[in-house]
């Protein structure tokens, strides 16, 4: 077989801006559009658009989905409201997770599951094994996002939109239009700000693009992954591949509370769950803020005095913060002071709290 | 994509001035843009001895690090202070103000095979897609 690329269906828009593309989880992403730091710093005290068509839409439906979706992933989907959404994960059954999902409820039997671009076809081949009593259903390719991102975010769309956002509460959706485009508008995001996220058919990507980059003289700004990295990582919000993994379970992560026992029947991973509930985790996810200007990177070990004592998943240069930033997972009981070895030389760095940037403080 | 007629480069992205004994030594534009934002640039000290083709410092991106290499053998006799406080210098004016560090050749010139022209640079730069 033969690995192609895939397009999303604002190739055309990326390369008008001159974006620098990069192959991310089979798709041709914009990786920046000019400097990622002046990205990461408009949503940060703006606002910027994301194009996300690269993530996975999985539609759940039918008078059983919420039950179907109870069981097949460790949060309690069928307690939401019509029009809310919750941050979930997908685990094996020995607990190890599959992946990090936000499932919105779109109607009573109607649920719209939101999954990693490089996971897709696992979560939907999960969902389609583990939801019987469920219709499952890819409308991935049917399906773009948009998303816009930062404190001017709601200012900006609301004029272009028919949907009230002064109601739409965070982690809350509701269909309406976009630039006269019907759409699925949600505020949630992955930067730490106030921002919403916009499902699209994919020909009615390109006129919300353009109706939401003419809202500001000059055009709103465009962000790439890479300020989407920066920003996810200062706003302590876990990454596929780096944090999570199927060798780790939510409480390693630190997100023991995306795991619902209270909810009625079993689900998957339940057992290894409850296990490694009562017995703490094997790790422990920590913050780093680093005592040098030498970047921490993936896979770099973190010392405690001289002895290796875990390992960065995460680290970047942090915009806002001006130092280099990491997270790390560090064996339990581990005590500092920590250091990271950065190319065979010990740095000095400090324990933190995450996230490392909250807009509320 | 700029690839300044009056420079030398080489294969690891970096540029060469030569003026007299002394070579100027910074990275491309190609380089930069490859990078990304250079957040940091950890640069040799002055009077240090550096070898050809050897690491004798790091440039650090938002996505990446990268070993800085010189092109020549020589002593380090001035580093760009200016990157410290201002690393965006790089990609602004790489073959400006964005230069990295000057170098006393030993013998008064480097081997000129070692050095890529403008030409064989682009060549280089393209053939890298």
């Not at chain 1, 439906?61 to 919750?86: F, I, K, Q």
Request: negative net charge; contains cysteine.
């Amino acid at each position: 077989m033969i690995p192609t690329v895939r397009d999303t269906p604002l190739r055309a828009v990326h390369e008008r801006l001159g974006a620098t593309m990069t192959e991310f989880a089979g798709w041709l992403m914009p990786l920046r559009y000019g400097s990622e730091t002046s990205e990461h710093n408009a949503v940060r005290t703006a606002a910027a658009l994301f194009d996300l068509s690269h993530m996975g839409e999985i539609a759940v439906t039918g008078p059983d989905a919420g039950a179907a979706l109870d069981y097949a992933v460790c949060g309690w989907p069928s307690a939401l409201a019509v029009g809310r959404a919750r941050y979930t994960m997908l685990c094996a059954p020995d607990g190890g997770i599959l992946d990090d999902l936000i499932i919105y409820r779109q109607a009573a039997e109607r649920f719209l599951v939101v999954a990693n671009a490089a996971n897709a076809d696992v979560v939907l081949g999960e969902l389609t094994a583990r939801c019987a009593a469920a219709v499952v259903t890819d409308e991935s390719a049917g399906t773009g996002l948009i998303s816009i991102q930062g404190p001017d975010a709601s200012g900006l769309l609301a004029p272009l939109t028919d949907l009230p956002l002064a109601g739409l509460r965070y982690y809350a959706g509701g269909y309406g239009t976009v630039a006269g485009r019907p759409a699925w508008i949600a505020r949630t995001g992955y930067t730490g700000e106030d921002g919403f996220e916009i499902f699209c058919a994919p020909a009615d990507c390109e006129p919300v693009w353009d109706a939401l980059t003419a809202t500001v003289p000059g055009g709103l700004p465009a962000a790439g992954l890479a300020a989407r990295d920066t920003l996810r990582l200062e706003a302590g919000m876990p990454l596929y591949g780096n944090e999570l993994g199927p060798d780790v379970t939510p409480y390693e992560a630190g997100l023991g509370r995306v795991v619902r026992f209270d909810k009625p029947g079993d689900f998957v991973g339940r057992e290894a769950l409850a296990a490694r509930a009562a017995e703490g985790p094997r790790a422990t996810l920590i913050g780093l803020r680093a005592g040098s200007r030498r970047v921490p990177r993936h896979g770099y070990p973190v010392l405690s005095g001289t002895e290796r004592a875990g390992v960065v998943t995460s680290g970047a240069p942090s915009p806002t913060l001006g130092v280099p930033i990491a997270m790390a997972y560090l064996e339990p009981g581990t005590t500092g002071p920590f250091g990271i070895d950065i190319r065979g030389r010990a740095e000095p760095a400090e324990q933190t709290e995450l996230p490392f940037y909250d807009r509320r403080k | 994509m700029g690839v300044p007629a009056e420079l030398r480069y080489t294969q690891e992205h970096e540029w060469i001035a030569i003026d007299g004994g002394t070579a100027t030594i910074g990275i491309t534009d190609y380089a930069t843009q490859a990078l990304g934002d250079v957040v940091y640039v950890s640069l040799p000290t002055v009077g240090a001895a550096v070898t050809a083709g050897e690491p004798c410092g790091e440039v650090e991106s938002t996505k990446s690090v990268s070993d800085l290499y010189s092109p020549v053998d020589g002593e380090v006799t001035e580093v760009n202070e200016e990157l410290d406080d201002d690393p965006g210098l790089i990609n602004a004016e790489p073959y400006g103000l964005g230069w990295m560090f000057r170098v006393r050749v030993t013998g008064g010139a480097p081997a000129p095979t070692d050095l890529l022209s403008p030409a064989e640079y682009e060549a280089l730069t393209k053939s890298a897609g």
